[in-house]
């Protein structure tokens, strides 16, 4: 089949069920995001796959929105041998059947452009200077920085983890940034675009996506996942980074660890304390941590 008539048949094929069963406003940023990225040049150039032809890891962030993922992400496409987009939503191409060359183009187009402004998200910059932001050496490792979203979508078609690893001819690795509960929903309440959203209404947002994080990590072989602190990593960024390029089997130079430790900030944002909580809400928050593993030793006096 040619590029063109792949490129009309695709949408289509799924158009209706999105319009139906999907939020109106999540089908018409997929269709702007498309425009943005300039999809019809980007399948014109499938032509040439030596692009791709050493990538051997296909790189997933899960988790939660406001946790850390920018600045992992940031870091990882910072490595020559790495490119991580932020925020292109790979998974819903997955779900509206995109190959996987398309998906990467996608996702090279993606790191390119957020390259070119500076890596920003949320008015901070995660521009590492020196370094290979929007460009590579030797393509190993390529993924997507979307964890909130990617978790929800998992979370009501789990089906989609087959479809993803099925569709990829390299093994997934999947990154999971852990940030303290309290921060992660105190920022997650203040940066909503609600305008009547209660601190309530954040916590169960919140583990709602823990108990889908303690789903995938039933379906997703143990060797494949890493958790990831946020504090972890603003405390000692060169250990863990080192850790991450180790999961996905890069090796990381001094000069990279150096100049990506050089833009992190000297201790984490505790949010928790812009935010009104009562004692019960963080007992609530404190009673439901407990449930998960993944989530211990934090608390609200950290």
Known sequence: MSVQLELENL????????????????????????????LTYVLETLKDKKTFQNVDKYCMFIGYPRSGHSLVGSLLDAHPNIIIAHELNALNFVDMGFNQQQIYYLILKNSRKLATQGRKSSSYSYEVHHQWQGKFRDLKVIGDKKGGDSTSKLRYKPELLNVLQNKI????????????????????????????KKLADSINQYFYLCDTIAQLKQQINQGDMIDIRHEKIISNPKFWLNEICKFLGIDAGDDYLDDCANIIYQSPNKSRHKVQWNDELIETVQNKMNQYEFLSGYSYED
């Open 169 to 196: 001819d390299v093994p997934a690795k999947f990154i999971h940034v852990i940030r303290n509960p309290y921060d992660n929903i105190s920022t997650m309440y203040t940066r909503s675009n609600k305008k009547d």
């Open 11 to 38: 949408p289509m094929k799924k158009l209706l069920r999105y319009i139906f069963k999907e939020n109106y406003s999540q089908l018409r940023n997929y269709y702007r995001k498309v425009k943005e990225l300039n």
